[in-house]
């Protein structure tokens, strides 16, 4: 019975790939070099990545034009007028306000819902159920597509006030 434990482990032994490293200790992943720690060696690397990527098939080149971009003074400036323009200034404020305090308030609840154990794991698989019956129920076919089409027109329509 020695014999055969001794036999299969000097195949099993034999089978799996071995490292030379410092400590006497086997193991399947594979010896790496130390990084260098020089910073000759360091630019070295930056210029031969640099060279590597000047004959790439895409090419970026900066140029001098600025037409589409817009000052920070014109934006200030724009800012505002359109802050002039608004009448009730005070409902903005806690409009804006209110955003604010939803966004941190449902920051709050995620974080809660995260810590439960179970619950981030049912969660996803609730979405993961929903993307599922979305999926199936309007982009399968070729109609229910369509159907998805004019529900989404027609949404645009009311939030525009068109209808």
Request: proline share 5%.
């Amino acid at each position: 019975m020695a014999t055969t434990y001794a036999t299969s482990m000097a195949v099993l032994s034999s089978r799996l790939p071995t490292t030379t490293t410092t400590s006497s200790r086997r193991s399947a992943v594979p010896f790496l070099p130390s990084r260098p720690s020089t910073p000759s060696s360091f630019t070295t690397n930056i210029k031969h990545f640099s060279d590597s990527r000047r004959f790439s098939p895409l090419q970026i080149r900066a140029s001098e034009e600025t037409s589409g971009s817009v000052e920070v003074g014109e934006l200030f400036s724009d800012i505002k007028e359109k802050w002039e323009a608004v009448e009730n200034k005070s409902t903005v404020l806690v409009y804006g306000g209110g955003a604010v305090v939803a966004i941190w308030l449902s920051s709050i609840v995620v974080g809660a819902i995260n810590s439960v154990p179970l619950l981030p794991k049912i969660m996803e698989l609730v979405g993961l159920g929903y993307t599922g019956w979305f999926v199936y129920r309007y982009l399968l076919f070729k109609s229910s597509r369509k159907e998805l089409a004019t529900d989404i027109e027609s949404l645009k329509k009311k939030i525009a006030g068109t209808e």
